[in-house]
């Protein structure tokens, strides 16, 4: 168990897709049971689920990178100001 917590922890984007990927594709087997895809149409299917997945937990993380870089331009901006303070 701690093992997972770890890797969630180091990774969590692929944690999110892989949870998110399996969501969604329990979600797809339920809803087109009765549809009668040939085994090929299922594997890409969950193929397109999964990577669909991946894409939007990618798109999410970009505010998270971008919270990032508004955090290292305060902090460049902090320490510019005080090497200005101490030069004066």
């Known amino acids: 168990m701690e093992a997972i917590k770890k890797f969630a922890n180091d990774h969590p984007q692929i944690t999110s897709w892989i949870v998110l990927a399996i969501g969604m594709v329990i979600i797809l087997v339920w809803s087109a049971s009765d549809v009668g895809f040939t085994s090929s149409q299922w594997t890409a299917l969950i ?40 030069e004066v």
């Open 47 to 86: 193929v397109t689920t999964i990577l669909l997945a991946g894409a939007c937990v990618w798109i999410i993380g970009w505010e998270d990178d971008e919270d990032d870089f508004e955090e290292e331009r305060v902090t460049v901006e902090e320490a510019q100001t005080e090497t200005k303070k101490e």
